[in-house]
């Protein structure tokens, strides 16, 4: 009797675990794109997301101007922001400090077209070029320290603890790339030393390149794809999950979507999550509306879901009804803080728009007195509830 009640517990403890193992593998939210484009749109007011609201204009010289923000990354101490072109380190007050990194092709210097990150492990700041060009310079200083050639093409790249860097491939159909491996781990000297695989780069049957976007949140590396319906997480000891996955309902699935050049057969139709950042409460997502022929600019919608009611709503924008009345969205998530940005010229024209509609806040009006249409973009920096 007793073998029998040992046999039954095994078979439960067996029955559980593979039940978990399951779940662990399904994703935590499923969001109908297009069940929620036909949502009504609606618009939001700022103080609803934020206890606090700060305008950080960047300075502006002729060494640190900006033709555009592309990435950006807050620390303790800095701001730093590419534009593509070149990395600089501002303070928190928007003050200029240095520019780290020099573009040409000597000992030290970068190629042009960069992404970055800063390893707050280690207290480095890494410029990727080229896809596969490394430089690492200290945060502090911005001294030049070390540099290493990848041997693969990358597209995005983060830090785990241990002196780990995570590299994420580029994603091509197999008849022009075979690797099936989606991120790299290398120590810093960029030798590999763990890889992560993604099987699913066998069905591929496209002539696409994927580009990964990253958010870090809570701890978790969220990633995704470019035209990619999942995004997954991953944690520090590469463990990885299905997070998110977006119900597109498109005709042709991105496994096999071939673009032409021509693009007669342009996919009108065709919606792709290009963007997600993720706080406590929300999603906010950025989606490509339709994929235009050569020349024809991209379209995009924002949309926002909440993550306690599972709505998704269009979105017209958040109204700042703090300060100036500009619309609001998020451009980076980091920590506890939202941050958009917006050029001089927007936030005077801005100002001129509604200055007989909208009580504009001292702080706003002090910033619009000092602003030239030429000057640098100002950060609107908000700290969330």
Not at 50 to 58: I, K, N, S, T
Not at 328 to 352: G, R, T
Request: glycine fraction near 4%; aromatic fraction near 12%; charged fraction near 30%.
């Amino acid at each position: 009797m007793k073998i029998k009640a040992t046999l039954y517990l095994i078979l439960l403890v067996y029955i559980f675990s593979c039940n978990t193992e399951k779940n662990a593998d399904l994703p935590k939210y499923k969001i109908d794109l297009r069940k929620g484009l036909d949502n009504r749109e609606q618009q939001f007011v700022l103080s609803d997301f934020v206890r606090d609201l700060e305008f950080v204009p960047l300075e502006t010289s002729q060494e640190c101007l900006l033709s555009d923000i592309y990435e950006l990354k807050v620390t303790n101490d800095f701001i730093l922001i590419s534009d593509r072109k070149k990395l600089l380190k501002f303070g928190k007050d928007g003050r200029f400090i240095q520019r780290i990194g020099r573009t040409g092709k000597g000992p030290s210097e970068h190629g042009r077209n960069i992404k970055f990150n800063v390893n707050e492990h280690t207290n480095e700041a890494y410029i990727l070029s080229n896809r596969y060009q490394v430089n690492v310079y200290d945060l502090q200083s911005g001294a030049f320290k070390r540099d290493f050639t990848l041997p693969f093409i990358t597209s995005r790249f983060d830090f785990i603890p241990d002196n780990k860097c995570l590299f994420f491939t580029m994603e091509f159909s197999p008849k022009l790339d075979s690797t099936i491996t989606e991120i790299f781990v290398t120590d810093s000297a960029g030798v590999k030393i763990d890889s992560v695989p993604d099987f699913n780069r066998l069905k591929n049957n496209n002539n696409v390149a994927g580009s990964v976007m990253l958010q870090r949140n809570n701890g978790f590396l969220n990633y995704k794809g470019h035209w990619k319906d999942t995004l997954y997480r991953i944690n520090n000891n590469l463990e990885k999950q299905s997070y998110i996955a977006f119900d597109c309902n498109n005709d042709v699935s991105w496994y096999d979507l071939n673009v032409e050049p021509e693009m007669n057969g342009k996919l009108d139709d065709f919606i792709a999550v290009s963007k997600v950042l993720e706080e406590e409460k929300y999603l906010y997502l950025t989606l490509q509306m339709g994929i235009p022929s050569a020349g024809e600019e991209r379209v995009f919608k924002n949309m926002l879901f909440n993550k306690n009611t599972m709505e998704l709503s269009p979105i017209k924008g958040i109204r700042d009804d703090i300060h100036c009345g500009i619309i609001f969205w998020p451009k980076f998530i980091i920590d506890e803080v939202m941050i958009d940005h917006y050029s001089a010229y927007e936030l005077l024209e801005n100002y001129e728009r509604l200055k007989n509609e909208f009580d504009f806040s001292d702080e706003f009006k002090s910033i619009v007195k000092d602003l030239s249409e030429n000057d640098n973009a100002v950060l609107v920096i908000g700290k969330m509830r």
